[in-house]
Protein backbone atom coordinates (compact mmCIF):
# COMPACT_ATOMS: atom_id res chain seq x y z
CA UNK A 1 0.00 0.00 0.00
CA UNK A 2 1.38 3.37 -1.30
CA UNK A 3 0.06 5.96 1.09
CA UNK A 4 1.12 9.77 -0.19
CA UNK A 5 -0.47 12.16 2.10
CA UNK A 6 1.56 15.34 0.92
CA UNK A 7 2.28 17.33 -2.46
CA UNK A 8 4.95 18.70 -3.91
CA UNK A 9 4.71 22.58 -3.71
CA UNK A 10 7.78 25.12 -3.37
CA UNK A 11 10.42 22.72 -3.29
CA UNK A 12 8.65 20.88 -0.03
CA UNK A 13 6.37 18.39 0.79
CA UNK A 14 3.09 19.79 2.29
CA UNK A 15 -0.37 18.63 3.45
CA UNK A 16 -3.22 19.59 0.94
CA UNK A 17 -5.12 22.28 2.32
CA UNK A 18 -8.57 20.30 2.13
CA UNK A 19 -8.74 16.71 4.36
CA UNK A 20 -9.92 14.26 1.06
CA UNK A 21 -7.71 11.46 -0.64
CA UNK A 22 -8.71 9.40 -3.36
CA UNK A 23 -8.11 5.77 -3.22
CA UNK A 24 -6.02 3.96 -6.51
CA UNK A 25 -7.06 0.73 -7.12
CA UNK A 26 -4.84 -1.92 -8.68
CA UNK A 27 -5.81 -2.85 -11.90
CA UNK A 28 -5.69 -6.62 -11.57
CA UNK A 29 -6.59 -7.57 -7.86
CA UNK A 30 -8.85 -4.32 -7.85
CA UNK A 31 -7.72 -3.94 -4.16
CA UNK A 32 -7.05 -0.38 -2.83
CA UNK A 33 -3.01 -0.26 -3.65
CA UNK A 34 -1.97 3.44 -2.74
CA UNK A 35 -4.09 6.73 -1.49
CA UNK A 36 -3.21 10.03 -2.34
CA UNK A 37 -4.66 13.95 -1.76
CA UNK A 38 -7.46 15.29 -3.07
CA UNK A 39 -6.28 18.74 -3.73
CA UNK A 40 -7.90 21.99 -3.55
CA UNK A 41 -8.27 25.06 -5.96
CA UNK A 42 -6.55 26.82 -2.81
CA UNK A 43 -3.56 23.97 -3.32
CA UNK A 44 -3.52 24.98 -7.22
CA UNK A 45 -2.90 29.07 -6.31
CA UNK A 46 -0.09 27.97 -3.21
CA UNK A 47 1.85 26.06 -6.35
CA UNK A 48 1.23 28.61 -9.59
CA UNK A 49 2.37 31.32 -6.53
CA UNK A 50 5.42 29.35 -6.03
CA UNK A 51 5.91 28.85 -9.82
CA UNK A 52 5.74 31.92 -10.99
CA UNK A 53 8.06 33.15 -8.11
CA UNK A 54 10.27 31.20 -9.48
CA UNK A 55 10.26 31.50 -13.12
CA UNK A 56 12.37 34.61 -13.52
CA UNK A 57 15.50 32.91 -11.94
CA UNK A 58 15.10 29.38 -13.40
CA UNK A 59 14.33 31.16 -17.20
CA UNK A 60 17.58 33.04 -16.87
CA UNK A 61 19.42 29.86 -16.13
CA UNK A 62 21.69 28.63 -19.18
CA UNK A 63 21.05 25.87 -21.26
CA UNK A 64 23.85 23.81 -19.74
CA UNK A 65 22.77 24.28 -16.47
CA UNK A 66 19.09 22.97 -17.36
CA UNK A 67 20.75 20.52 -19.43
CA UNK A 68 22.07 19.10 -15.84
CA UNK A 69 19.14 18.88 -14.35
CA UNK A 70 17.58 17.07 -16.86
CA UNK A 71 20.71 14.45 -16.72
CA UNK A 72 20.53 13.73 -12.99
CA UNK A 73 16.41 13.53 -13.56
CA UNK A 74 17.05 10.75 -15.88
CA UNK A 75 19.72 9.31 -13.69
CA UNK A 76 17.06 9.45 -10.78
CA UNK A 77 14.91 7.73 -13.13
CA UNK A 78 17.32 4.96 -14.53
CA UNK A 79 17.99 4.18 -11.02
CA UNK A 80 14.29 3.48 -9.94
CA UNK A 81 12.93 2.01 -13.22
CA UNK A 82 11.87 -1.46 -11.35
CA UNK A 83 9.61 0.44 -8.75
CA UNK A 84 8.36 3.04 -11.56
CA UNK A 85 7.45 -0.32 -13.87
CA UNK A 86 5.84 -2.61 -11.39
CA UNK A 87 3.62 0.72 -9.99
CA UNK A 88 2.47 1.46 -13.09
CA UNK A 89 1.62 -2.44 -13.64
CA UNK A 90 -0.68 -2.37 -10.58
CA UNK A 91 -1.91 0.86 -11.50
CA UNK A 92 -2.71 0.28 -14.94
CA UNK A 93 -2.73 -3.03 -15.59
CA UNK A 94 0.24 -3.51 -18.61
CA UNK A 95 2.38 -6.42 -18.31
CA UNK A 96 5.08 -5.86 -16.41
CA UNK A 97 8.11 -7.04 -19.01
CA UNK A 98 6.14 -3.83 -21.23
CA UNK A 99 5.68 -1.66 -18.33
CA UNK A 100 9.44 -1.85 -17.83
CA UNK A 101 10.46 -0.97 -21.35
CA UNK A 102 7.38 1.23 -21.99
CA UNK A 103 6.37 2.68 -19.22
CA UNK A 104 9.63 3.19 -17.41
CA UNK A 105 11.66 3.05 -19.95
CA UNK A 106 10.03 5.71 -22.43
CA UNK A 107 9.94 8.46 -19.44
CA UNK A 108 13.46 8.10 -19.20
CA UNK A 109 14.58 8.10 -22.42
CA UNK A 110 12.78 11.39 -22.83
CA UNK A 111 14.44 13.40 -20.32
CA UNK A 112 17.68 11.90 -21.02
CA UNK A 113 16.84 13.26 -24.87
CA UNK A 114 15.58 16.59 -24.02
CA UNK A 115 18.93 17.31 -22.04
CA UNK A 116 20.48 16.88 -25.27
CA UNK A 117 17.80 18.86 -27.67
CA UNK A 118 18.57 21.71 -25.02
CA UNK A 119 22.10 21.65 -25.49
CA UNK A 120 22.09 21.87 -29.13
CA UNK A 121 18.77 23.62 -29.91
CA UNK A 122 18.98 27.12 -31.96
CA UNK A 123 17.18 29.78 -29.05
CA UNK A 124 18.30 32.95 -31.16
CA UNK A 125 18.74 33.14 -34.97
CA UNK A 126 18.93 36.50 -37.50
CA UNK A 127 16.28 36.97 -39.74
CA UNK A 128 17.49 40.53 -41.56
CA UNK A 129 18.03 43.10 -39.15
CA UNK A 130 16.06 41.32 -36.16
CA UNK A 131 17.52 38.88 -33.74
CA UNK A 132 14.67 36.28 -33.06
CA UNK A 133 15.12 35.24 -29.51
CA UNK A 134 13.01 31.92 -27.70
CA UNK A 135 11.86 32.48 -24.49
CA UNK A 136 10.15 30.37 -22.06
CA UNK A 137 6.71 30.85 -22.49
CA UNK A 138 6.15 31.36 -18.34
CA UNK A 139 4.25 28.80 -15.72
CA UNK A 140 3.06 25.89 -17.27
CA UNK A 141 0.12 23.46 -16.20
CA UNK A 142 0.33 20.32 -17.11
CA UNK A 143 -2.62 17.78 -16.75
CA UNK A 144 -1.61 14.07 -17.72
CA UNK A 145 -3.98 10.76 -18.23
CA UNK A 146 -3.46 7.37 -17.09
CA UNK A 147 -2.88 5.03 -19.75
CA UNK A 148 0.97 5.97 -20.21
CA UNK A 149 1.01 7.87 -16.94
CA UNK A 150 4.53 9.10 -16.45
CA UNK A 151 5.31 9.17 -20.36
CA UNK A 152 2.78 11.92 -20.71
CA UNK A 153 4.24 13.56 -17.61
CA UNK A 154 7.69 13.62 -19.19
CA UNK A 155 6.45 14.56 -23.12
CA UNK A 156 5.28 17.47 -20.68
CA UNK A 157 7.50 18.24 -17.68
CA UNK A 158 11.11 17.41 -19.93
CA UNK A 159 10.75 20.68 -22.92
CA UNK A 160 9.21 22.91 -20.18
CA UNK A 161 11.58 22.72 -18.25
CA UNK A 162 14.07 22.78 -21.20
CA UNK A 163 12.40 25.80 -22.10
CA UNK A 164 12.92 27.28 -18.57
CA UNK A 165 9.35 27.33 -17.81
CA UNK A 166 7.90 26.29 -14.31
CA UNK A 167 5.52 23.78 -14.30
CA UNK A 168 2.23 22.93 -12.00
CA UNK A 169 1.41 19.36 -12.30
CA UNK A 170 -1.66 17.35 -12.26
CA UNK A 171 -1.36 13.51 -13.22
CA UNK A 172 -4.45 11.65 -14.00
CA UNK A 173 -6.22 10.20 -10.15
CA UNK A 174 -6.83 6.77 -11.90
CA UNK A 175 -2.54 6.48 -11.75
CA UNK A 176 -1.32 8.79 -9.74
CA UNK A 177 1.60 6.92 -7.93
CA UNK A 178 4.50 7.73 -10.75
CA UNK A 179 4.02 11.10 -10.40
CA UNK A 180 5.10 11.27 -6.58
CA UNK A 181 8.14 9.20 -7.69
CA UNK A 182 9.18 11.40 -9.57
CA UNK A 183 8.69 14.31 -7.27
CA UNK A 184 11.44 12.76 -5.31
CA UNK A 185 13.49 12.44 -7.48
CA UNK A 186 13.14 15.86 -8.50
CA UNK A 187 13.78 16.64 -4.95
CA UNK A 188 16.92 14.82 -4.16
CA UNK A 189 18.37 16.23 -7.00
CA UNK A 190 17.54 19.91 -5.58
CA UNK A 191 15.91 21.24 -8.17
CA UNK A 192 15.31 24.74 -7.15
CA UNK A 193 12.01 25.35 -5.21
CA UNK A 194 8.57 26.27 -7.16
CA UNK A 195 10.17 25.14 -10.47
CA UNK A 196 8.28 21.80 -10.23
CA UNK A 197 4.80 21.51 -8.26
CA UNK A 198 3.12 18.51 -8.12
CA UNK A 199 -0.90 18.61 -7.03
CA UNK A 200 -2.89 15.86 -7.49
CA UNK A 201 -7.00 15.71 -7.45
CA UNK A 202 -9.73 15.47 -9.58
CA UNK A 203 -9.90 17.25 -12.98
CA UNK A 204 -13.05 19.13 -12.68
CA UNK A 205 -11.93 20.43 -9.73
CA UNK A 206 -8.13 20.49 -9.57
CA UNK A 207 -7.90 20.71 -13.63
CA UNK A 208 -10.37 23.15 -14.02
CA UNK A 209 -8.00 25.60 -11.16
CA UNK A 210 -5.03 24.97 -13.40
CA UNK A 211 -7.02 25.76 -16.61
CA UNK A 212 -8.56 29.10 -15.39
CA UNK A 213 -5.99 30.20 -13.52
CA UNK A 214 -4.67 34.07 -14.67
CA UNK A 215 -1.24 33.34 -13.36
CA UNK A 216 -0.81 29.93 -15.37
CA UNK A 217 0.51 31.28 -18.79
CA UNK A 218 0.41 27.83 -20.78
CA UNK A 219 -2.11 24.55 -20.37
CA UNK A 220 -1.26 21.64 -21.94
CA UNK A 221 -3.09 18.97 -21.45
CA UNK A 222 -3.76 15.27 -22.42
CA UNK A 223 -6.96 13.23 -22.35
CA UNK A 224 -9.90 12.66 -23.34
CA UNK A 225 -11.54 14.88 -26.25
CA UNK A 226 -14.62 15.78 -24.00
CA UNK A 227 -12.29 17.26 -21.12
CA UNK A 228 -9.91 18.84 -23.82
CA UNK A 229 -12.81 20.97 -24.90
CA UNK A 230 -13.83 22.18 -21.16
CA UNK A 231 -10.01 22.93 -20.29
CA UNK A 232 -9.81 25.14 -23.92
CA UNK A 233 -13.05 27.19 -22.81
CA UNK A 234 -11.85 28.07 -19.47
CA UNK A 235 -8.53 28.63 -21.12
CA UNK A 236 -9.85 31.19 -23.66
CA UNK A 237 -10.91 33.46 -20.64
CA UNK A 238 -7.22 34.50 -20.13
CA UNK A 239 -5.94 33.60 -23.21
CA UNK A 240 -3.16 31.34 -22.58
CA UNK A 241 -1.72 29.27 -24.41
CA UNK A 242 -3.46 25.72 -24.69
CA UNK A 243 -1.58 22.47 -26.27
CA UNK A 244 -4.09 19.80 -26.43
CA UNK A 245 -2.85 16.01 -26.94
CA UNK A 246 -6.33 14.06 -27.01
CA UNK A 247 -8.67 10.69 -28.69
CA UNK A 248 -7.59 9.04 -31.51
CA UNK A 249 -9.25 6.00 -33.44
CA UNK A 250 -6.53 5.21 -36.06
CA UNK A 251 -6.62 3.53 -39.32
CA UNK A 252 -4.31 1.03 -40.30
CA UNK A 253 -4.51 0.69 -44.45
CA UNK A 254 -3.35 -2.65 -45.66
CA UNK A 255 -3.37 -2.11 -49.70
CA UNK A 256 -3.75 -4.71 -51.95
CA UNK A 257 -0.29 -5.61 -52.84
CA UNK A 258 0.98 -5.97 -48.90
CA UNK A 259 2.28 -9.03 -46.90
CA UNK A 260 -1.04 -9.46 -45.09
CA UNK A 261 0.28 -11.99 -42.40
CA UNK A 262 2.70 -9.71 -41.69
CA UNK A 263 0.59 -6.86 -41.86
CA UNK A 264 -2.17 -7.92 -40.13
CA UNK A 265 -0.43 -9.91 -37.33
CA UNK A 266 1.64 -6.42 -36.44
CA UNK A 267 -1.85 -4.01 -36.54
CA UNK A 268 -3.50 -6.56 -34.08
CA UNK A 269 -0.44 -5.47 -32.15
CA UNK A 270 -0.63 -1.75 -32.57
CA UNK A 271 -4.76 -2.37 -31.43
CA UNK A 272 -4.04 -3.83 -28.30
CA UNK A 273 -0.33 -2.64 -26.82
CA UNK A 274 -1.78 -1.38 -23.48
CA UNK A 275 -4.79 -3.69 -23.99
CA UNK A 276 -5.84 -1.02 -26.59
CA UNK A 277 -5.36 2.04 -23.66
CA UNK A 278 -2.90 3.63 -26.34
CA UNK A 279 -4.24 7.47 -27.67
CA UNK A 280 -2.22 6.04 -31.02
CA UNK A 281 -3.84 2.27 -31.23
CA UNK A 282 -4.55 1.33 -34.70
CA UNK A 283 -8.32 -0.06 -34.84
CA UNK A 284 -9.39 0.45 -37.65
CA UNK A 285 -7.75 -1.98 -40.12
CA UNK A 286 -8.54 -1.19 -43.36
CA UNK A 287 -8.52 -4.09 -45.88
CA UNK A 288 -9.15 -5.27 -49.73
CA UNK A 289 -12.37 -6.91 -49.66
CA UNK A 290 -10.93 -9.48 -51.74
CA UNK A 291 -8.97 -10.56 -49.36
CA UNK A 292 -11.18 -10.29 -46.60
CA UNK A 293 -11.56 -13.33 -45.72
CA UNK A 294 -7.48 -13.93 -45.28
CA UNK A 295 -7.67 -11.28 -43.58
CA UNK A 296 -10.23 -12.63 -40.97
CA UNK A 297 -8.48 -15.57 -40.47
CA UNK A 298 -5.24 -14.44 -39.81
CA UNK A 299 -6.38 -11.64 -37.57
CA UNK A 300 -8.49 -14.35 -35.53
CA UNK A 301 -5.22 -16.58 -34.96
CA UNK A 302 -3.12 -13.60 -33.91
CA UNK A 303 -6.05 -12.11 -32.01
CA UNK A 304 -6.25 -15.13 -29.90
CA UNK A 305 -2.37 -15.23 -29.49
CA UNK A 306 -2.93 -12.41 -26.95
CA UNK A 307 -3.77 -14.38 -23.66
CA UNK A 308 -5.44 -12.13 -21.42
CA UNK A 309 -3.75 -12.78 -17.79
CA UNK A 310 -1.75 -11.40 -14.44
CA UNK A 311 0.12 -8.80 -15.34
CA UNK A 312 2.76 -9.42 -12.86
CA UNK A 313 2.77 -13.64 -14.04
CA UNK A 314 4.97 -13.42 -16.33
CA UNK A 315 3.57 -15.09 -19.78
CA UNK A 316 0.12 -12.76 -20.44
CA UNK A 317 0.56 -10.62 -23.25
CA UNK A 318 -2.77 -8.82 -22.70
CA UNK A 319 -3.23 -6.93 -19.14
CA UNK A 320 -6.50 -6.12 -17.53
CA UNK A 321 -7.82 -2.48 -18.15
CA UNK A 322 -7.66 0.00 -15.87
CA UNK A 323 -10.87 0.34 -13.83
CA UNK A 324 -14.51 -1.27 -13.63
CA UNK A 325 -15.75 2.06 -15.68
CA UNK A 326 -13.22 0.97 -18.59
CA UNK A 327 -14.55 -2.28 -18.59
CA UNK A 328 -17.83 -1.75 -18.43
CA UNK A 329 -17.38 0.90 -20.80
CA UNK A 330 -15.54 -1.40 -23.47
CA UNK A 331 -18.57 -3.95 -23.24
CA UNK A 332 -20.63 -1.41 -23.89
CA UNK A 333 -19.17 -0.89 -27.26
CA UNK A 334 -18.33 -4.71 -27.72
CA UNK A 335 -22.17 -5.13 -27.07
CA UNK A 336 -23.40 -1.88 -29.66
CA UNK A 337 -20.91 -3.34 -32.32
CA UNK A 338 -22.77 -6.59 -32.25
CA UNK A 339 -26.03 -4.71 -32.04
CA UNK A 340 -24.94 -2.75 -35.33
CA UNK A 341 -24.25 -5.50 -37.10
CA UNK A 342 -20.64 -5.66 -37.16
CA UNK A 343 -19.59 -9.67 -37.36
CA UNK A 344 -17.51 -10.57 -34.27
CA UNK A 345 -15.05 -12.87 -35.43
CA UNK A 346 -13.72 -13.52 -31.54
CA UNK A 347 -13.43 -11.82 -27.90
CA UNK A 348 -17.06 -10.59 -26.74
CA UNK A 349 -18.50 -8.85 -23.94
CA UNK A 350 -18.01 -12.05 -21.15
CA UNK A 351 -14.76 -11.87 -19.11
CA UNK A 352 -12.47 -14.13 -20.02
CA UNK A 353 -12.12 -17.44 -18.39
CA UNK A 354 -10.61 -17.94 -15.22
CA UNK A 355 -10.66 -14.78 -14.78
CA UNK A 356 -13.05 -13.36 -12.88
CA UNK A 357 -10.99 -10.45 -10.78
CA UNK A 358 -9.35 -7.92 -12.79
CA UNK A 359 -10.79 -5.44 -15.12
CA UNK A 360 -10.34 -8.08 -18.13
CA UNK A 361 -12.09 -8.04 -21.55
CA UNK A 362 -11.20 -10.72 -24.37
CA UNK A 363 -9.69 -9.26 -27.27
CA UNK A 364 -12.25 -8.82 -30.07
CA UNK A 365 -12.17 -8.76 -33.67
CA UNK A 366 -14.76 -7.35 -35.41
CA UNK A 367 -15.01 -7.79 -39.34
CA UNK A 368 -17.71 -6.31 -42.13
CA UNK A 369 -17.83 -3.06 -40.21
CA UNK A 370 -19.12 0.21 -42.09
CA UNK A 371 -17.97 3.82 -41.33
CA UNK A 372 -21.76 4.51 -40.16
CA UNK A 373 -21.19 2.34 -37.29
CA UNK A 374 -20.44 4.06 -33.72
CA UNK A 375 -17.41 1.49 -33.08
CA UNK A 376 -15.55 2.56 -36.59
CA UNK A 377 -16.48 5.88 -35.05
CA UNK A 378 -15.62 6.65 -31.34
CA UNK A 379 -12.64 5.57 -29.52
CA UNK A 380 -13.19 2.59 -27.51
CA UNK A 381 -10.21 2.59 -25.51
CA UNK A 382 -9.91 -1.23 -24.69
CA UNK A 383 -8.80 -4.74 -27.29
CA UNK A 384 -11.15 -4.31 -29.84
CA UNK A 385 -10.50 -4.19 -33.82
CA UNK A 386 -12.77 -3.06 -36.56
CA UNK A 387 -11.99 -4.62 -39.73
CA UNK A 388 -13.45 -2.18 -42.72
CA UNK A 389 -13.59 -3.27 -46.15
CA UNK A 390 -12.27 -1.49 -49.37
CA UNK A 391 -12.76 -2.01 -53.06
CA UNK A 392 -10.63 0.70 -54.22
CA UNK A 393 -7.48 2.79 -53.14
CA UNK A 394 -9.33 5.91 -52.92
CA UNK A 395 -11.99 4.26 -51.40
CA UNK A 396 -9.68 3.00 -48.72
CA UNK A 397 -8.31 6.52 -47.64
CA UNK A 398 -11.87 8.06 -47.69
CA UNK A 399 -12.82 5.48 -45.13
CA UNK A 400 -9.23 5.96 -43.39
CA UNK A 401 -10.15 9.82 -43.08
CA UNK A 402 -13.76 9.61 -42.21
CA UNK A 403 -12.91 10.25 -38.90
CA UNK A 404 -13.18 13.27 -36.21
CA UNK A 405 -9.71 12.40 -34.99
CA UNK A 406 -6.75 12.76 -36.85
CA UNK A 407 -3.97 11.35 -34.17
CA UNK A 408 -1.96 8.52 -35.91
CA UNK A 409 -2.44 5.73 -38.42
CA UNK A 410 -0.54 2.92 -40.93
CA UNK A 411 -0.21 1.92 -44.06
CA UNK A 412 1.45 -1.66 -45.59
CA UNK A 413 2.35 -2.20 -49.51
CA UNK A 414 4.93 -4.16 -51.04
CA UNK A 415 5.55 -1.02 -53.19
CA UNK A 416 7.25 1.39 -50.07
CA UNK A 417 7.02 3.73 -52.29
CA UNK A 418 3.11 3.84 -52.89
CA UNK A 419 3.09 3.40 -49.15
CA UNK A 420 4.23 6.54 -48.43
CA UNK A 421 1.96 8.25 -51.03
CA UNK A 422 -0.57 6.65 -49.49
CA UNK A 423 0.32 7.63 -46.14
CA UNK A 424 0.63 11.11 -47.19
CA UNK A 425 -3.10 11.17 -47.72
CA UNK A 426 -3.68 10.32 -44.35
CA UNK A 427 -4.99 13.46 -42.09
CA UNK A 428 -3.01 12.26 -38.73
CA UNK A 429 -0.18 13.52 -37.05
CA UNK A 430 1.57 10.33 -37.53
CA UNK A 431 1.61 7.56 -40.03
CA UNK A 432 3.45 3.91 -39.76
CA UNK A 433 5.02 3.10 -43.19
CA UNK A 434 5.13 -1.08 -43.22
CA UNK A 435 5.35 -0.91 -39.60
CA UNK A 436 7.64 1.55 -38.71
CA UNK A 437 8.86 1.61 -35.40
CA UNK A 438 8.11 4.48 -33.07
CA UNK A 439 10.68 7.17 -32.90
CA UNK A 440 10.96 9.38 -29.00
CA UNK A 441 12.04 12.34 -31.30
CA UNK A 442 9.97 12.61 -34.62
CA UNK A 443 7.17 14.89 -33.44
CA UNK A 444 3.60 13.51 -31.77
CA UNK A 445 0.42 15.00 -32.21
CA UNK A 446 -2.90 15.27 -33.73
CA UNK A 447 -4.62 16.79 -37.09
CA UNK A 448 -8.40 18.09 -36.49
CA UNK A 449 -10.07 17.08 -32.55
CA UNK A 450 -7.01 14.86 -31.62
CA UNK A 451 -5.28 18.19 -30.45
CA UNK A 452 -3.19 21.21 -31.09
CA UNK A 453 0.64 20.95 -31.12
CA UNK A 454 3.26 18.45 -31.08
CA UNK A 455 4.98 16.87 -28.27
CA UNK A 456 8.71 14.79 -28.07
CA UNK A 457 12.20 15.99 -29.68
CA UNK A 458 12.90 19.49 -30.83
CA UNK A 459 9.03 20.08 -31.84
CA UNK A 460 7.73 19.36 -28.49
CA UNK A 461 10.48 21.44 -26.84
CA UNK A 462 9.01 24.24 -29.48
CA UNK A 463 5.70 24.10 -27.56
CA UNK A 464 7.02 26.07 -24.57
CA UNK A 465 8.71 28.92 -26.19
CA UNK A 466 7.48 32.45 -27.12
CA UNK A 467 9.11 34.06 -30.18
CA UNK A 468 10.19 37.63 -29.50
CA UNK A 469 11.71 39.85 -31.98
CA UNK A 470 14.80 42.29 -31.36
CA UNK A 471 14.85 44.78 -34.20
CA UNK A 472 18.15 46.20 -34.20
P1 LIG B 1 -9.55 12.30 -19.13
O1 LIG B 1 -9.83 13.39 -20.10
O2 LIG B 1 -10.65 11.76 -18.34
O3 LIG B 1 -8.47 12.80 -18.07
C1 LIG B 1 -7.22 13.32 -18.43
C2 LIG B 1 -6.77 14.29 -17.38
O4 LIG B 1 -7.64 15.41 -17.41
C3 LIG B 1 -6.84 13.75 -15.96
O5 LIG B 1 -5.76 14.27 -15.23
C4 LIG B 1 -8.16 14.30 -15.46
O6 LIG B 1 -8.20 14.44 -14.07
C5 LIG B 1 -8.19 15.65 -16.14
N1 LIG B 1 -9.53 16.21 -16.33
C6 LIG B 1 -10.70 15.57 -16.46
N2 LIG B 1 -11.71 16.46 -16.58
C7 LIG B 1 -11.16 17.69 -16.53
C8 LIG B 1 -11.67 19.00 -16.61
N3 LIG B 1 -12.97 19.25 -16.71
N4 LIG B 1 -10.80 20.03 -16.54
C9 LIG B 1 -9.47 19.82 -16.42
N5 LIG B 1 -8.93 18.59 -16.32
C10 LIG B 1 -9.75 17.53 -16.40
O7 LIG B 1 -8.77 11.19 -19.94
P2 LIG B 1 -8.23 9.80 -19.39
O8 LIG B 1 -9.40 8.90 -19.24
O9 LIG B 1 -7.31 10.01 -18.24
O10 LIG B 1 -7.31 9.32 -20.59
C11 LIG B 1 -7.82 8.70 -21.71
C12 LIG B 1 -7.95 9.67 -22.86
O11 LIG B 1 -6.73 10.33 -23.09
C13 LIG B 1 -8.27 8.98 -24.15
O12 LIG B 1 -9.25 9.71 -24.84
C14 LIG B 1 -6.97 9.03 -24.91
O13 LIG B 1 -7.09 8.96 -26.29
C15 LIG B 1 -6.40 10.30 -24.47
N6 LIG B 1 -4.94 10.31 -24.63
C16 LIG B 1 -4.39 11.05 -25.64
C17 LIG B 1 -3.03 11.03 -25.83
C18 LIG B 1 -2.38 11.83 -26.92
O14 LIG B 1 -1.20 12.04 -26.85
N7 LIG B 1 -3.10 12.29 -27.92
C19 LIG B 1 -2.23 10.29 -25.00
C20 LIG B 1 -2.80 9.54 -23.99
C21 LIG B 1 -4.18 9.57 -23.82
Request: proline letters at 6%; a negative charge; glycine letters at 12%.
Amino acid sequence: MQIRDKLYIDGAWVPSTGGGTIDVTHSTTEEVMGRIPEGTPADVDKAVAAAKAAFPQWAATSREERGKYLQRITEGLGARMQEIATTIAGEVGMPLNLSMMIQAGLPTMTFGSMAQICDSFPFEEQVGSSLVVREPVGVVGAITPWNYPLHQIAAKVAPALAAGCTVVLKPSEVAPLNAFILAEIIDEIGLPAGVFNLVTGVGPVVGEAIASHPDVDMVSFTGSTRAGRRVSELASQTVKRVALELGGKSPNVILDDADLQQAVTDGIGKCYLNSGQTCSALTRMIVPRSKLAEVEAIAVKAAEAYTPGDPFGGDARLGPLVSATQRERVRGYIQTGIDEGAKLLTGGTEAPEGLDTGYFVRPTVFSDVTTKMTIAQEEIFGPVLAILPYDTEEEAVAIANDSIYGLAGGVWSGDPERAKRVARQLRTGQVEVNGGSFNPLAPFGGFKQSGNGRELGKFGLEEYLEVKSLQL
